[in-house]
């Protein structure tokens, strides 16, 4: 008997039904988040090593390419932050290769979450599971980049209030703690909409329930956009619920086009639910017979 034939027969076989126990369900989910954290701490050492090769200069770069007037020590000296205590640069580094790690290792860590919950959901529905990874990391680092973006306008905006006569010295912990979590509120704000299209492709949340609220959800994105953006000025708060509103405005789009491609589906399959051995229902209540177009009764003479 041939080494393939002796694996094909150790081999469990699989149970029709896809039932899980309650220790399998618990082992299963041990192993995708050990995979997870193996992915995060891989992304974490590779970041660890960049940190060093542009990536910290790449942090830095929104504070130092700020007006001279405005940073410690002016032009006059190099562009840095200040370190008040021995472990400070060293809590920096991790806390910053942590967040790089997170983005590098996002879609192995998001295809563990998918591939958890995907055994309870239909086949139909399993589809998605490349397109959610790819989407829903391509949005969180889009959010990421417009921070990063936003970051040079909104701090020159708060660092510029405080007027003549101050001196602003910025440490590196709460400069790098800003940074940080402006990036996390704009890449995870980016998926609210994603969660949206997700609900109404299981079919929990139809297209009519998001048209109908489309005025609540674009003033509820303002507000949330008020209070997560840690800088809390009017110039970041806009460049986060303006593409925002763009995406559930798309989200509300690929709903519509969704239920309409169900109802379709749900008419066209509308017997398949019988089986074989049945008869399909027929209409027997009777139906008027057309007369033939051009005939004419004939004259009847006295």
């Known amino acids: 008997m041939s080494e393939g034939a002796v694996r094909r027969r ?3 076989p699989r149970d029709p039904t896809a039932t899980m126990s309650l220790v399998a369900h618990l082992t299963e989910l041990r192993n995708r988040i050990g995979k997870a954290l193996l992915a995060l701490l891989v992304g974490t ?3 660890f090593w960049w940190y060093e090769h542009g990536l910290g200069e790449f942090i830095r770069a929104p504070y130092c390419n700020l007006d001279p007037e405005l ?10 932050l200040l370190i008040t205590d021995v472990w400070g640069g060293v809590f920096i580094r991790l806390k910053v290769s942590m967040l790089a790690g997170a983005v590098l290792s996002a879609p192995l860590w998001l295809w563990q979450l998918w591939a958890f919950i995907t055994p309870g959901l239909k086949r139909n529905e399993k589809r998605y599971g490349i397109a959610f990874v790819a989407v829903s990391s391509l949005l969180f680092v889009a959010g990421a980049v417009l ?3 936003a970051l040079s306008k909104g701090l020159e905006l708060l660092l510029s209030l405080a007027g003549d006569g101050t001196i602003i010295a910025l440490t590196a912990p709460d ?7 402006l990036l996390i509120a704009f890449g995870a704000s980016f998926e609210i909409p994603l969660i949206a299209v997700a609900l109404n492709l299981v079919g929990i949340l139809s297209y009519d329930v998001l048209r109908r609220s489309r005025r609540w959800i674009f003033f509820l994105t303002i507000v949330f956009a008020a209070f997560v953006t840690p800088t809390q000025d009017p110039f970041t708060m806009l460049f986060m619920a303006g593409p925002m ?5 798309i989200a509300i789009q690929i709903a519509r086009f969704v239920d309409r491609r169900r109802a379709r589906r749900e008419a066209a399959e509308h017997f398949h639910d019988l089986s074989d051995d049945d008869a399909s229902p027929l ?8 007369e033939p177009q051009g005939s004419t009764a004939a004259p009847t003479r006295g």
Request: proline content about 3%; aromatic content about 12%.
């Open 10 to 12: 150790r081999r469990k």
């Open 45 to 47: 050492v590779i970041a």
């Open 71 to 80: 940073r410690y020590g002016g032009g006059d000296t190099e562009c840095g």
């Open 147 to 149: 921070a990063y973006v």
């Open 175 to 181: 400069y790098i703690g800003f940074m940080i979590s």
């Open 245 to 249: 509103i763009l995406l559930f405005e």
């Open 283 to 290: 209409d027997a209540r009777p139906s008027t017979l057309d």
